[in-house]
């Protein structure tokens, strides 16, 4: 006799609820993964899942006066979040501004590539994004090469990114796998970023 099994599992939210969009989480495959593969494999239009209500606290609490400048460090699946919040930035601050840094092995691996691409050119003058491939594939059928850097997030993009002078009101969030963001942490510290600032999510226990 089978007995049912309950399983557990956070994901991101990755659409806005301000920018009047249907509900979107954003599930990555992991080789063993229960939950992932059953999502991938199995979850169909239809089926009924239960949830709980939303437990993060990784998140931009927005204001339409608001003025700043929101820097988005993400790589692999941590774009989740991060297109969730730069759509929510564009439609309720409309005075803010957003820098999305975002770290993957090629262009075949970008998620949310061409919807980021489309979002960027509507808004040319409030979302700057910036590539960071570590194996550039030899044909970018995706993006525009003056759009790439080469290698990976580390302490010579962020040198970059946070070059000197820096907005009066700026935010950090960074989201990816924990060696980069245990390496961002202690990198921007070292740039002198006020740890106030900088929102880092972890998955998991550190």
Not at 108 to 137: C, T, Y
Not at 139 to 147: G, I, K, V
């Amino acid at each position: 006799m089978l007995v049912a099994q309950e399983y557990k599992r956070s994901y991101s939210v990755s659409s806005s609820s301000v920018a009047d969009i249907p509900l979107q989480i954003t599930v990555k495959r992991v080789g063993d993964g229960v939950t992932s593969n059953y999502a991938n494999n199995l979850l169909k239009v239809g089926d009924a899942l239960d949830v709980t209500t939303p437990r993060g606290k990784f998140c931009i609490e927005l204001n339409p006066e608001a003025e700043k400048t929101y820097y988005l460090i993400a790589a692999g699946s941590g774009i989740a979040p991060m297109h969730s919040m730069l759509q929510s930035v564009l439609v309720a601050e409309p005075k803010s501004k957003i820098h999305l840094l975002y770290g993957n092995r090629n262009d075949d691996n970008i998620i949310f590539g061409k919807e980021i691409m489309v979002i960027a050119k509507q808004h040319p003058e409030r979302l700057k994004v910036q590539h960071v491939l570590s194996k550039q594939s030899k044909a970018l059928r995706l993006l525009e090469n003056e759009n790439i850097w080469e290698g990976r997030i580390d302490e010579n993009i962020l040198k970059k990114v946070f070059a000197p002078p820096l907005s009066e009101d700026y935010k950090v969030f960074v989201c990816g796998p924990s060696e980069m963001n245990l390496a961002c942490k202690e990198i921007l510290a070292n740039l002198d970023l006020p740890k106030e600032k900088v929102h880092i999510e972890f998955f998991g226990k550190i």
